[in-house]
């Protein structure tokens, strides 16, 4: 996924009225303000409420779901016929503006803090995960030297503690 073309897909979803969060290794770059590697795919939060226009506006730019096994309705795999991917978490925002993800016995949950996140992207300002709660998302999962430096820069540039799980890596 290149850079031009997450600005052009977040620009026109923006644009049809459907909000979005950038996730993962572009939500690292957007907040670092640069591109610093290259990104397989663009993993994106939206809302539930959204998916169905969502996956219309995809349809007709060429985007079809990537049937994967652990393919589920809150997460799943949109490609084109250019190998562009897009990795999809839906959310379903409560009162407090906390994102369920999954269903209410997963228990899993974008707070609301996570979701103010600001960052860009080829000079566009996007919406995206919060830094401090990026680093925390960076957990839970088998730890790669690609995790440990995109956490040691977002913790360098916001002044954030690395977390005791990147010890392996120092």
């Known amino acids: 996924m290149e850079e031009k073309d997450v600005v ?86 409560n009162d407090q503006g906390d994102g369920l993800y999954g269903g209410l016995e997963d228990g899993q949950i974008y707070p609301a803090a996570s979701l103010t996140g600001k960052g860009k992207i080829d000079n566009i300002e996007v919406d995206c995960i919060s830094p401090e709660y990026l680093v925390k998302f960076h957990s839970g999962y088998t730890l790669g030297e690609q995790d440990y430096q995109d956490v040691v820069a977002i913790c360098k540039k916001f002044d954030l503690e690395i977390p005791i799980d990147f010890s392996q890596f120092r």
């Open 8 to 93: 052009d897909l977040y620009l026109k979803v923006k644009f049809n009225g459907i909000e979005i969060w950038i996730d993962g290794g572009w939500a690292v770059d957007a907040l670092l303000g640069e591109q610093t590697r290259v990104h397989k795919d663009l993993d994106i939060i939206i809302q539930e409420k959204d998916i169905s226009a969502f996956r219309n506006f995809l349809s007709e730019q060429g985007y079809k779901e990537i049937k994967l096994n652990i393919a589920q309705p809150h997460n799943f795999v949109l490609g084109d016929k250019y190998n562009r991917e897009i990795d999809v978490h839906v959310i379903s925002l």
